[in-house]
């Protein structure tokens, strides 16, 4: 029996290992990736000791992941480890978490279990994106910090959002010259942010000033920068060839291209929240839903508590510090520490969790989600598991309730993925076939396993 479970090894789950040990909790820590660092620090470890010239163009904020590592080196840590199970609350064995690692399934019971699995790129549904030569901009900067490769002929970034900009940049700092950027933000992201840029200034001035160093290089980073872009199509003869869209102006245009990458934001990570069926709103601004959770990251499922990003999109700053109130909180809950202690050590970490989120406002704003998922074109492919089209779900969405339902008619969400990619997709397209708000409408009930796993590591647990 372990005092704590943290799954996921990005900046909330190893913070949140460092304050465990530190309280003396017996910790555990399951991280699905080959190394510790998460997406925003994926690799740090064998980057600063094999690739430290690749630091020049990852930049300083990604070295930091190696700090967190090392404060988190005393802590039990499990790479290649894919958690697809975790049971019920029982009074004297706590939760099972169950997981897969080397092809063999292993179980451990914990008092209770920090879920830190991050975010996830929202998928991007446009004609052609299932097109061999079309991936997402996390999908780049992740061959990046894993193994130092660019794309390699016309590159073409199209989407909204900061992680675009960073990625935009790094290429340029690399010498890697983009051929194309289609940026989909709505005209008047600063005028909508300015609300919310002094509170903004004052919780986050360092990110605000980053992005201030992106926005200028930003535009320098591509050959050509088109905004106000609309209708992207990717086409080709059996791989990408050409990406179509709209300018501002409503001119549409054809630019040839060897590789597009996608991306519009951000989400919470949804399949182990709802795996222990915490209870989920739905988020219009982020437009997407997130687990309910106090101020301290306790869900709404008994002895499941939930840091960083999974529980709402704040960035690596805020995980950190949600990480070390959600460990304090179990020492808290499992005796370890009085709440006083608690409340002293949460103190400067929920201040600066305000500020992140004041930040957030201010992005939320100046980079809006996109509205227009719901209302794509009957040919775009929805689930790409079973291929499934938006067509196929609107034929039926008069008589399915929700997305469960709609599973028996379409198996859109049954592929190997278990709708991982298509949940918010499919509640989108469904809410406005319906003429429903969204969270109205619902998200997939998650059951296990919530990854792929074979009968031979199933019944390694037996053995």
Known sequence: MRDLVII?????GLSAAATAHALGLDTLILDEQPSAG???????????????????????????G???????????????????????MTRTEGRQVVWSEEGKAQKVNARAVLLATGAMERPVPIPGWTLPGVTTVGALQTVLKQSGIFPRGRVVLAGSGPL???????????????????????PGGLNRAMLWLPLATVGARRAILKGRRLRAVYGRAAREVWRGVTGIRAEGDGAL??????????????????????????IPNPQLPRLVEAVHDWDPRQRCFRPVLDAYGASSASG????????????AEAAEASGRVAAATVALGLGRIAEAERDLRAAPDLNRLTG??????????MFPPPDWIGRMADATTVCRCEEVRAADIRKVADHAQGPNQLKAYTRAGMGPCQGRMCGHTVTEVLAEAKAMAPGAVGYYHIRPPAKPVTVEEMAALVE
């Open 356 to 365: 992140q989120r004041w930040l957030r406002r201010f992005l939320d704003a």
């Open 38 to 64: 998460g997406q925003i620090y994926r690799n740090v470890e064998r980057v600063t000791d094999q690739r430290p010239a690749d630091l020049a163009f990852l930049g300083r904020d990604y070295a930091h």
């Open 8 to 12: 996921g090894a990005g900046p909330a």
């Open 304 to 315: 499941v508590y939930v840091a960083g990003d999974g529980g709402g999109i704040l960035g």
């Open 164 to 186: 675009l900009m960073l990625l935009a940049s790094q290429y340029f700092a690399a010498g890697i010259r983009i051929e194309a950027i289609l940026d989909t933000t709505p």
């Open 241 to 266: 060839q050409t990406v179509r869209f709209t300018d501002a102006s409503g001119v549409a245009h054809e630019i040839a291209a060897d590789a597009l990458a996608l991306h519009e934001g951000v």
């Open 66 to 88: 190696r700090t967190l590592a090392r404060a988190a080196s005393a802590v039990d840590r499990r790479q290649g480890a894919t958690v697809w199970h975790i049971g019920p």
